[in-house]
């Protein structure tokens, strides 16, 4: 691989959310004013679209429209990158694919959540993911239960130290993403296992256990994933660490035929 497919968002003055094929894949705030992430497993053949969101709500809630006034100094700006494989994915340094830019003059007034889209012809062939052939879920909220049972086995396997449960669930995502970056597979299965081990070695893993009626479930991509949060909108699957961190599982599932699987 000599080039790595790179999402660059970078905001001031206000938070800011890019979405590819209407996927959540960065987002900024007052802490995190640019995020480059790589984007490899949220691509499609053919036409893909990007979104930049102004003023997104927090994850899983609902948004409520109001007026921003710019100051002349609010900003944000999306851009997906093609540098090569240890350069900087800066705009100067890497081939410009696709470009969203909010600047709005000052005193001018901006109703958020503001939206801007895109489309992209991306040269470069990836496989056909399997989220993109799942099926969407028409209600969402009466998958709460049988998710959050299907979590709880997850988060009781991290409870003991076992990451077979997690491992297992989530084989075609780290599948997938093997095959996105062309990394060894069991060398990444190999080291999600050694990091989990080790934290537990360290202190016991105390995830705290999904419930239905606090489960959030954000559909995304036309409700083929669905993002399972807690309440604060932070991914539901975490735990505390020894000297004060926090390990976070982001799970983006999909329900198929009754069954739940992470594929992101």
């Known amino acids: 691989m ?28 007052p802490a995190r004013r640019v995020v480059t992430v790589p984007v490899h497993e949220y691509t499609l053949a053919g036409t893909n679209e990007v979104e930049l969101h102004i003023e997104p709500p927090p994850p899983g809630a609902e948004a409520a429209t109001q007026p921003l006034l710019s100051d002349g100094q609010q900003a944000a700006s999306l851009r997906l990158l093609l540098p090569r494989i240890g350069q900087v994915a800066h705009p100067a340094h890497a081939r410009t694919l696709a470009e969203l ?4 003059p000052a005193d001018a ?3 958020v959540p503001h939206v801007m889209t895109g489309r992209v012809e991306l040269p470069i062939a990836f496989p056909r993911w399997r989220w993109l052939d799942a099926p969407p879920a028409e209600d969402p ?5 049988p998710v959050a049972k299907f979590l709880q086995g ?24 093997a095959q996105a970056y062309q990394h060894v597979l ?6 999600f296992r050694l990091r989990i081990q080790r934290w ?19 559909p995304l991509a036309g409700g083929r994933l669905l993002e399972c949060l807690a309440p604060d909108g932070e991914p539901v699957l ?5 000297g004060g961190g926090r390990a976070v599982w982001p799970l983006r599932v999909a329900a198929i035929e009754s069954r739940f699987y992470v594929l992101r």
Do not use: C, I, Y
């Open 186 to 191: 069991a060398d990444d299965v190999g080291r």
């Open 101 to 104: 830019d909010w600047a709005p």
């Open 2 to 29: 000599e080039r790595l497919l790179v999402l660059r968002l970078e905001s001031v003055g206000v938070t800011a959310e890019a979405l590819l094929n209407g996927v959540p894949v960065a987002r900024t705030g």
């Open 154 to 177: 997850l988060a009781l396997g991290l409870a003991r130290g076992d990451p077979e449960p997690l491992v297992q669930a989530a084989r075609l995502r780290f599948e997938e993403l």
């Open 238 to 242: 975490a735990s505390p660490l020894a």
């Open 141 to 145: 909220a009466a998958l709460r239960a």
């Open 109 to 111: 007034v901006t109703e």
């Open 200 to 218: 537990h070695a360290e202190q016991p893993l105390k995830p705290v256990m999904p419930k239905a009626d606090t489960l959030l479930l954000r």
